[in-house]
């Protein structure tokens, strides 16, 4: 089955056709050629696929749970990524293994028709809250992510970092990794308020230590930019935030020998290491959480 965005629409309605109107499957298939744009064979196959509708013993049509959950979200948007969520997760797609990779790299393996579904439920070039969630919870699942909480963890530190730039340019930065983890770095910014010069920023984010995991490209890309920084966010006890440049892990970093090239390394630094380059910020986590970008 070819899953489209009149498809989707169209079994839209007709799950709420048949919340107020009880009929089996056989007198909707035979009432309609087409219902609105789709074929009514197609409509009931997905629904049924996707566990939208139930058939009893005499093929009568009921909305289930999950087709209701549909019907009662009040935003077309919000229809599409539901439709889309429940599709992906029954269907197992090949292309649903690249989503982890971010939007961009994802979307080079997405059918013409998934694509379109995608931009129509504004999943491209939205970073809501909620959308921002939808694809790390489709993300995390993706690649059996079995920490939930690590994804989460990096992801507030991320918009953390977003708000901060936000604050220090007066101007909104790039969310990069949004669009691609093979970047090699998660925002992009810029060196001043007055100064377009691009700025990379790697964000990193820790509970409560001193320490995190670098990956190989993450490091090409920090030592082969002119203007690139690594932002460090502790939480507890309280929120500090720490910006420094490749020099300061740089002997931390493993080399390539005869034996195998590193792929991720873990960087362990000190408070000592790490205090001269705290950075006094007035943000409140809990208000990060919730604010939109």
Excluded at 19 to 25: A, E, G, I, V
Excluded at 83 to 102: C, D, N, S, V
């Amino acid at each position: 089955m070819i899953v489209t965005v009149a498809l989707l629409y169209s079994t839209q309605s007709f799950l709420e056709l048949i919340t107020r109107h009880k009929m089996s499957k056989e007198v909707f298939i035979n009432s309609y050629v087409k219902y609105l744009v789709a074929i009514p064979e197609s409509i009931v196959e997905l629904s049924v696929k996707c566990k939208w509708i139930d058939l009893d013993e005499k093929n009568d049509m009921e909305v289930t749970a999950l087709g209701k959950e549909i019907i009662n979200s009040p935003l077309p948007t919000e229809k599409l990524r539901i439709q889309l969520e429940h599709y992906i997760l029954i269907e197992k797609p090949t292309w649903f293994l690249m989503m982890h990779y971010g939007r961009i790299e994802a979307a080079r393996y997405f059918p013409t028709s998934i694509y379109q579904c995608f931009k129509e439920a504004d999943l491209f070039d939205s970073i809501s809250t909620e959308v921002i969630d939808w694809w790390d919870h489709l993300s995390s699942i993706s690649r059996n992510e079995s920490n939930k909480s690590i994804l989460e963890i990096g992801r507030l530190g991320e918009k953390l970092s977003f708000f901060y730039e936000k604050n220090r340019i007066a101007s909104k930065p790039h969310w990069q990794s949004i669009d691609s983890n093979f970047s090699g770095y998660d925002i992009l910014s810029k060196i001043e308020k007055d100064n377009d010069t691009n700025l990379k920023i790697e964000v990193k984010a820790s509970i409560n230590k001193y320490h995190f995991f670098l990956t190989k490209n993450e490091w090409k890309t920090a030592i082969g930019s002119n203007q690139q920084a690594f932002h460090l966010w502790v939480f507890e006890p309280s929120l500090e935030l720490y910006i420094f440049t490749s020099d300061l892990i740089k002997t931390h970093v493993p080399t390539n020998t005869e034996r195998g090239n590193w792929e991720s390394c873990h960087i362990q630094l000190s408070a000592n290491d790490l205090s001269p380059f705290k950075v006094v910020h007035n943000l409140d986590i809990n208000n990060i959480k919730e604010q939109e970008i």
